[in-house]
């Protein structure tokens, strides 16, 4: 659950729902008929419509910004897809897929195909968050496909014009306030209390919500998880993206590859494109970008697009099982398979405006700078904090070149306004005393077991899972065994057998050439 075949870390989700739209017969197979939706609040036409439930739609007005009616009101979109038992709802599950920006309402189908066993008798709740899908947009001029296949020099402009662009407004994007315009729609429904289910970025923004409204919330499930004191220089991440290779070499079966030579091929070719960039142009449906595969964009390759759909279908192709390969062939100077990889990877840029990702992470995220400094300052607070970076604590690949490889963490906030924007989120608020369960593929290089084991230890109440030889938001796998233990989990506070998470198969790797 958390959509398409591109990951950004905190970032714009992967394509989960998407992807398992692609794949399944129909996903919305597994319900009976149609019941009547209501959409008598909304405009016509967008309500969704899912096979075997009734769904409910609405939107609530919110003030952009709190406290400033003066900069306007936003329209944020739920839908409330219902239970299929006769009788009241056991309780109402409020999701979110990632991003920040995923949207979820036109992803109501395939929500009901992963979570078919927990509706029986619980209703879920999908909101839009304000600025995406059916909730009112606020743009700030920069594409997903700009963003994305732009150099870090680029990025850190498109970063500057977005808030130069959204002026005040930029502080109605923030984690608190999505978690409030959740509540908002929660007290409107009279709900007494919501189980949250986050993924990726939701595993962020949950929290957020249960230390906002601790009293509305009954349990939590975070999926593909990371603390709200996350690492500004994206550490776990660098260091899980060697020990997933080694993983995926050692338990391919025949065995494909050596993982330690695998991690070898890597550090190479990561101080190759350092010295010397690859040209690659990339084919979208919006033109050709010619994009410069640099060591940052290969570390963006390997710990997020890499981390995506893996495990989805373990016996198929993926990026990650053929990354050993193509590694190991651009060190002995063929870069052909390394370049297939980025243009295929490359195909997923969209023309979506990215004020909702842009603006939250630069709005929440802790930074290595005081966000009221000058820009000067700002980059001598950077550089410091860069120079302090430990050699190896980066795995194979150089601290700035890593770090240039995220897209929502080291430098690439740098130019984000600090007047009339709000300080960063707080790391360690006080969260209420609810079961949480924490679910993490130990092949996710995006938000590793180190992170997900962090997001646990936010809570006194709750208990870490590894799910063996799955990715990002391990939830993907069509078996439903990791949705079976969230459901079980959110229905009577306890997992029940989680020996499934340890079964699941390996990935197919393609064989490296001795």
């Known amino acids: 659950m958390t959509y398409k075949n591109k990951a950004r870390r905190a970032g714009l989700a992967v394509g989960v729902l998407a992807v398992l739209a692609s794949v399944l017969p129909t996903a919305a197979a597994t319900a009976t008929t149609a019941a009547p939706a209501s959409a008598a609040a909304v405009p016509s036409g967008w309500c969704p419509s899912v096979p075997g439930h009734e769904v409910d739609c609405g939107q ?3 003030p952009l910004v709190a406290g400033k009616p003066q900069l306007g009101a936003v329209k944020v979109s739920y839908a409330v897809v219902r239970h299929r038992a006769p009788g009241p709802a056991k309780g109402t599950v ?17 929500v009901t195909w992963a979570l078919e066993g927990l509706l029986k008798d619980h209703d879920v709740l999908l909101v839009d968050p304000r600025g995406t899908g059916k909730s009112e947009r606020v743009p700030c001029g920069v594409t997903d496909a700009e963003y994305r296949f732009g150099t870090r020099a680029q990025q850190r402009a498109a970063v500057e014009r977005c808030g130069k662009n959204l002026g005040p407004k930029a502080a109605g994007f923030t984690s608190a306030a999505t978690a409030d315009d959740i509540d908002a729609i929660r007290a409107r429904l009279k709900v007494r209390k919501l189980s949250l289910y986050g993924l990726s970025y939701g595993t962020y923004l949950m929290p957020v919500y249960a230390s906002r409204h601790p009293e509305s919330v009954r349990n939590i499930v975070l999926s593909g998880a990371y603390p709200l004191a996350l690492d500004t220089m994206a550490r776990p991440s660098a260091q899980a993206v060697s020990l997933t290779l080694r993983r995926v070499c050692e338990r391919s079966v025949p065995v494909a590859c050596d993982g330690e030579q695998t991690v070898r091929d890597l550090a190479t070719t990561a101080a190759r494109l350092r010295a010397e960039p690859l040209t690659i142009p990339i084919a979208t449906g919006h033109g050709v970008y010619k994009k410069k595969f640099t060591e940052d964009k ?9 981390s995506s759909g893996v495990g989805f279908e373990p016996d198929k192709p993926s990026l990650l099982g053929q990354l050993p390969h193509a590694l190991n062939r651009f060190v002995k100077g063929d870069t052909a398979p390394l370049r297939e990889l980025v243009r295929a990877e490359g195909e997923s840029g969209s023309e979506l405006d990215q004020a909702p990702y842009i603006a939250v992470v630069c709005n929440d995220y802790r930074r290595d700078w005081s966000k009221d400094a000058s820009r000067s300052e700002r980059w001598r607070q950077y550089r410091a904090a860069l120079a302090a970076v430990r050699p190896g604590e ?30 960063p989120q707080p790391t360690k608020p006080k969260l209420p005393n609810v079961p949480v369960l924490v679910l993490s593929g130990d092949l996710d290089s995006n938000t590793p077991d ?62 490296v050439r001795r």
């Open 450 to 511: 180190a992170s997900g084991k962090k997001a646990a230890g936010q809570f006194r109440d709750s208990r870490f899972h590894s799910v063996r030889n799955m990715g990002h938001v391990p939830e993907l796998e069509l078996s439903r065994c990791v949705a079976g233990v969230s459901s079980r989990f959110i229905r009577a506070n306890d997992p029940g057998d989680t020996s499934c998470l340890r079964s699941l198969p390996p990935i197919a790797v393609t064989p």
């Open 298 to 306: 290969l570390a963006n390759l390997l710990f997020e697009a890499a």
């Open 94 to 110: 409020a999701l979110n897929p990632g991003g920040p920006g995923e949207t979820l309402i036109d992803k109501a189908k395939e």
């Open 60 to 62: 609530e007005k919110r």
């Open 394 to 423: 980066h795995g194979a690949f150089s601290a700035k070149g890593f770090t240039e490889g995220t897209t929502d963490a080291g430098d690439v906030c740098i130019g984000w306004p600090g007047k009339d924007t709000p300080n």
